[in-house]
């Protein structure tokens, strides 16, 4: 059988856990959390709840309640309430400053021989054939051109004729 885990809070960690629970503005698993230690509490001031019990006041598992048990158990306090930081990043940045650098440049340099101005597809080829990049898609290109606000198509492009007003 799994090792059950027992609660017991000290005269400060209850009133900063009803502090949390009560006052201020806080994320809602961190006060649901905070109320559920509060009634897990098998000390001399807790109420002894059971955990079933517990479960259905708050409207959460018996399995995230043991879960909870045990960080609070072995970690403490203010790891059982609270998100763990994330080590690592989400994902690697792959396109930087650098490869900005580049595609203004190429974006800013004189249109290819034959063609009138550079499209995001000939600037993403352009940019895999220069090796500045092992792949690129032509959707990066233009979020990266977005981004830099910088259009292709800002200077007049003969797509639409500018009229004149008329004078009355």
């Not at 018996?62 to 309430?81: C, D, N, Q, Y």
């Not at 989400?90 to 063609?115: M, T, V, W, Y």
Request: glycine share 6%; proline share 5%; with cysteine.
């Amino acid at each position: 059988m799994a090792p059950r885990y027992r609660v017991t809070l000290a005269k400060e960690e209850r009133e900063d856990l009803e502090a949390i629970s009560t006052k201020g503005r806080r994320a809602a698993r961190t006060v649901l959390y905070a109320r559920a230690l509060l009634l897990l509490d098998a000390g001399e001031h807790g109420p002894k709840w059971v955990v079933a019990q517990v479960a259905e006041a708050l409207g959460t598992t018996t399995r995230s309640l043991e879960h909870l048990k045990k960080r609070f158990v072995e970690e403490g306090l203010s790891a059982a309430i609270e998100r763990k930081e994330r080590e690592t990043p989400p994902r690697e940045i792959q396109f930087g400053g650098e490869f900005e650098a580049h595609l203004l440049a190429l974006a800013c340099s004189d249109a290819p021989a034959g063609k009138k101005r550079w499209t995001v597809r000939l600037l993403a080829e352009k940019m895999v054939e220069l090796k500045m990049v092992p792949s690129v898609s032509p959707m990066t290109v233009c979020n990266t051109l977005k981004k830099m606000n910088l259009s292709l198509t800002k200077a007049n492009t003969g797509r639409y004729r500018r009229m004149k007003t008329p004078v009355l």
